[in-house]
């Protein structure tokens, strides 16, 4: 049963009136683009939750504040024995893990996708 339902973030609402409002930097662009597609990994992630056959509640898009650091949980999923923190990520392509970095295939590093804090 999903208690909290997941809502278009407001980063994401401010990138779209943005865009229709002005001309992006190319790096605005790519930051507008990996919210967006992000927001759309989460939708496709809850559509799949909706299929659940277990008895569990679903909270989904939390935002919490620790030690003055503000972090997101994509869901949480309570069952009677567990609770699991899921967070989504929705990457394409194929990568590998070395040496304590992750790489594309062409050999480009990208940003560790296990790290998630954001420090306000």
């Not at 994401?12 to 990994?41: H, M, Q, V």
């Not at 939390?62 to 650091?69: A, M």
Request: aromatic content about 14%.
């Amino acid at each position: 049963m999903i208690i909290k339902q997941r809502f278009q973030p407001i980063e994401l609402k401010i990138w779209k009136y943005l865009n229709g409002r002005a001309t992006l930097s190319p790096a605005e662009i790519k930051k507008f683009s990996a919210c967006d597609k992000g927001f759309e990994g989460e939708k496709e992630f809850d559509k799949w939750g909706e299929n659940l056959s277990c008895e569990c509640l679903v909270l989904n898009d939390l935002l919490l504040e620790y030690d003055q650091n503000v972090f997101q949980i994509d869901a949480l999923l309570i069952t009677h024995e567990t609770i699991y923190l899921i967070n989504v990520k929705n990457y394409e392509g194929d990568f590998y893990y070395e040496s304590g970095k992750w790489y594309t295939l062409a050999r480009s590093e990208i940003k560790d996708p296990l790290l998630q804090l954001k420090a306000k």
